[in-house]
C-alpha cells in the first residue's frame, strides 16, 4: 500500500536531524503545505535550517524538543513522520503515543527504522560478524535497541494502535560506494565503541581494514540492514 504525499498537507517529522529528508516532504506538500521540523540537537537544526535556506524553502518551521514532548499541537497534522529514530531512544512506546497525539482524524503515522542484526556479508566474513556484535554491545549499554526495526509493529500496539501496517525493505550489494559504509561508519563510532568497552582501537583498525578488502572483494555480497516501515491510520 502506498501512501503518498498530497499538496497541502501538514506534516510533522520528528527526528528530523540535519532535515535532508524534511526537505524533500516540503517539496513534496508545495506552499500551500507546511513541516514542522523536530530534533533534540540544536547543532543538527542549525545545519537542517541552513539546508533549508540554501534551497529556498520557506515552508518548515524548525523546532529543537524532544520526541516525548514535542509541543506541537495535537490533533493537527495529517502525516507524522519519523525514520531512524526509534533506535535512539530508551522510550520508544512514549515517544509513539506524542507521534500519535499529534495526527488528526484520517491523518497517518509513518515509521521507518532499522534493525543492525540483519547485517550479513555472503561467505561469511569476521568483520561483519563482529560489527554486528559490537553494534549491539554498545546499544546494550546505552539502553538502546540495534534491532529495533523488525519490532516496530509490536511497539505500535503497545502505544495503542492495534492495527498497523508493515512493509518490509533489505538491499545487497557487490560493489560501489555503498561497501564503504560501514567502514567509514565504524571510524566516526569508534570512540564510543571503545567508551562502552565493546573492542579496543587495535580491534577496530584490524576490522576496518578487512572491511575495506571486501569493499575492494567484488565477489563478496554485503547485505545491508533489513528496514522495517510501519504506519497506521488514525480513525
Excluded at 28 to 52: C, I
Excluded at 78 to 93: A, E, G, I, K, Q
Excluded at 96 to 102: D, H, I, T, W
Excluded at 148 to 171: T, Y
Amino acid at each position: 500500500m502506498t501512501i503518498g504525499l498530497r499538496g497541502g498537507w501538514r506534516v510533522a517529522d520528528i527526528g528530523c536531524g540535519i532535515g535532508l529528508v524534511t526537505l524533500w516532504i516540503a517539496e513534496h506538500v508545495g506552499r500551500d503545505g507546511w513541516v514542522s521540523a523536530v530534533d533534540v540537537s540544536f547543532e543538527q537544526l542549525r545545519v537542517a535550517k541552513s539546508n533549508a535556506a540554501m534551497v529556498g524553502l520557506k515552508n518548515i518551521s524548525f523546532h529543537q524538543a524532544s520526541a516525548y514532548e514535542t509541543s506541537l499541537q495535537a490533533d493537527s497534522f495529517d502525516l507524522v513522520y519519523s525514520r531512524f529514530l526509534m533506535c535512539h531512544l530508551r522510550h520508544p512506546v512514549n515517544a509513539l503515543k506524542e507521534m500519535g497525539a499529534l495526527i488528526k482524524k484520517g491523518g497517518v503515522l509513518v515509521c521507518e527504522d532499522c534493525d543492525d542484526s540483519s547485517i550479513v556479508t555472503d561467505p561469511p566474513t569476521r568483520a561483519y560478524s563482529r560489527l554486528v556484535e559490537i553494534s549491539r554491545a554498545v546499544d546494550n549499554k546505552r539502553g538502546l535497541d540495534s534491532a529495533i526495526g523488525l519490532k516496530l509493529h509490536r511497539l505500535f500496539r503497545q502505544a495503542g494502535f492495534h492495527s498497523p501496517n508493515v512493509s518490509l525493505k533489505q538491499m545487497a550489494t557487490l560493489r560501489g560506494p555503498a561497501k564503504l559504509f560501514w567502514e567509514l561508519t565504524l571510524r566516526e563510532a569508534a570512540p564510543a565503541i571503545i567508551e562502552a568497552g565493546a573492542a579496543n582501537a587495535a580491534e577496530l583498525e584490524a576490522i576496518s581494514a578487512e572491511m575495506q578488502a571486501i569493499a575492494r572483494d567484488e565477489t563478496t555480497l554485503v547485505v545491508l540492514p533489513r528496514f522495517s516501515q510501519v504506519w497506521m491510520f488514525k480513525e
